[in-house]
């Protein structure tokens, strides 16, 4: 659901979650819209955000905890603050209203494409709700290796933009700029370990993955098989490690070709990539391999391993 606001022949908008007049109720006190003000601006942990408002920290906790019982606000993470574990919170969509009639049938304003589950973690209500990290093309890592597979993303993002109404932030980091708040996020993830350090962190977690220790060969937890060929690569849907609330999207491939391979099958071969792996169709994991049709040395098709 969608607020519209048409001004000077723009239109811009905002997702919305419709609530009850039981959930208005937490939003009565003006100290309450000052916290949903503040979160909005940043997500925070009471601590910080009495802070910002020079407001007595029980006082903002007490709406604090009304908020998310009212499913208002949600924890999106956490943080060591002072020694204790302090619970980080956002805004469960960016505005809310209360409705008094049924909908009526309008002209329709935009043409938004929902997405199916697959993509649900990262794109909600027509907004990307995810990091996209791609490995630096400056030497980094334990290897001081270079990605060449940050250019995705822009294959990736195209894709993605036929889903989102709009996007309100900058979403794309490297994995050198990546900082420990952005993991808490969905993260999508482009790039195997050596030129991606997220991946990196994330690669022994994940069902399907490289073996770092013997070439970066992709072993399956789900068939138990070995995948050894350079254009091999690997699409995997996970829940984020840094986040359990959270999950993440690693695209990658065995060397710079099994990446091209991964975002070939991604773009080409979507329908199929979401069935999951034939072994276990509720896991998303999928190994593809790339094929050069035309043999002029440039992968352009590929085939679905597992």
């Given at each position: 659901?969608?607020?519209?606001?048409k001004?000077?022949?723009?239109?811009?908008?905002?997702?919305?979650?419709?609530?009850?007049?039981?959930?208005?109720k937490?939003?009565?006190?003006?100290l309450?819209?000052k916290?949903?003000?503040?979160?909005?601006?940043?997500?925070?942990?009471?601590?910080?955000?009495?802070?910002?408002?020079?407001?007595?920290?029980?006082?903002?906790?007490?709406?604090?905890?009304?908020?998310?019982?009212?499913?208002i606000?949600?924890?999106?993470?956490?943080?060591?603050?002072?020694?204790?574990?302090?619970?980080?919170?956002?805004?469960?969509?960016?505005?809310?209203?209360?409705?008094?009639?049924?909908?009526?049938t309008?002209?329709?304003?935009?043409?938004?494409?929902?997405p199916?589950?697959?993509?649900?973690?990262?794109?909600?209500?027509?907004?990307?709700?995810?990091?996209?990290?791609?490995?630096?093309?400056?030497?980094?890592?334990?290897?001081?290796?270079?990605?060449?597979?940050?250019?995705?993303?822009?294959d990736?993002a195209?894709?993605?933009?036929?889903?989102?109404?709009?996007?309100?932030?900058?979403n794309?980091?490297?994995d050198?700029?990546?900082?420990?708040?952005?993991?808490?996020?969905?993260?999508?993830?482009?790039?195997?370990?050596?030129?991606?350090?997220?991946?990196?962190?994330?690669?022994?977690?994940?069902?399907?993955?490289?073996?770092?220790?013997?070439?970066?060969?992709?072993?399956s937890?789900?068939?138990?098989?070995?995948?050894?060929?350079d254009?091999a690569?690997?699409?995997?849907?996970?829940?984020?490690?840094?986040?359990?609330?959270?999950?993440?999207?690693?695209?990658?491939?065995?060397?710079?070709?099994?990446?091209?391979?991964?975002?070939?099958?991604?773009?080409?071969?979507?329908?199929?990539?979401?069935?999951?792996?034939k072994?276990?169709?509720?896991?998303?994991?999928?190994?593809?391999?790339?094929?050069?049709?035309?043999?002029?040395?440039?992968?352009?098709?590929?085939e679905?391993?597992?």
């Amino acid at each position: 659901m969608f607020v519209i606001n048409k001004k000077k022949g723009e239109v811009s908008s905002l997702s919305t979650k419709e609530i009850s007049g039981y959930q208005i109720k937490a939003l009565s006190s003006n100290l309450a819209q000052k916290v949903l003000f503040e979160i909005g601006k940043k997500k925070g942990y009471p601590m910080e955000i009495a802070r910002k408002l020079r407001e007595n920290e029980q006082k903002v906790y007490y709406h604090i905890r009304n908020l998310e019982k009212s499913k208002i606000i949600q924890v999106v993470g956490n943080r060591d603050v002072q020694g204790a574990n302090a619970n980080i919170y956002d805004l469960v969509e960016p505005s809310f209203v209360i409705r008094f009639k049924e909908f009526e049938t309008t002209q329709k304003l935009l043409e938004i494409d929902e997405p199916n589950s697959f993509l649900e973690p990262f794109i909600e209500s027509g907004k990307l709700n995810a990091r996209i990290i791609v490995g630096s093309p400056d030497p980094h890592g334990p290897q001081k290796a270079r990605s060449r597979d940050g250019y995705y993303g822009i294959d990736l993002a195209l894709f993605f933009g036929t889903f989102l109404n709009y996007v309100p932030q900058l979403n794309v980091r490297l994995d050198t700029e990546t900082r420990v708040e952005d993991l808490q996020d969905n993260l999508i993830v482009i790039g195997g370990p050596i030129v991606n350090t997220i991946n990196a962190k994330i690669n022994k977690r994940l069902p399907i993955r490289f073996d770092e220790n013997d070439n970066l060969n992709i072993i399956s937890t789900l068939s138990g098989k070995k995948y050894m060929n350079d254009e091999a690569g690997i699409i995997v849907k996970s829940k984020n490690p840094f986040n359990r609330r959270k999950s993440v999207l690693a695209i990658a491939g065995k060397r710079h070709s099994g990446t091209r391979a991964v975002m070939i099958a991604f773009l080409r071969y979507y329908n199929e990539i979401i069935k999951g792996n034939k072994h276990n169709n509720k896991v998303i994991a999928k190994v593809v391999e790339g094929v050069d049709l035309d043999s002029d040395g440039i992968v352009d098709d590929i085939e679905i391993l597992e």
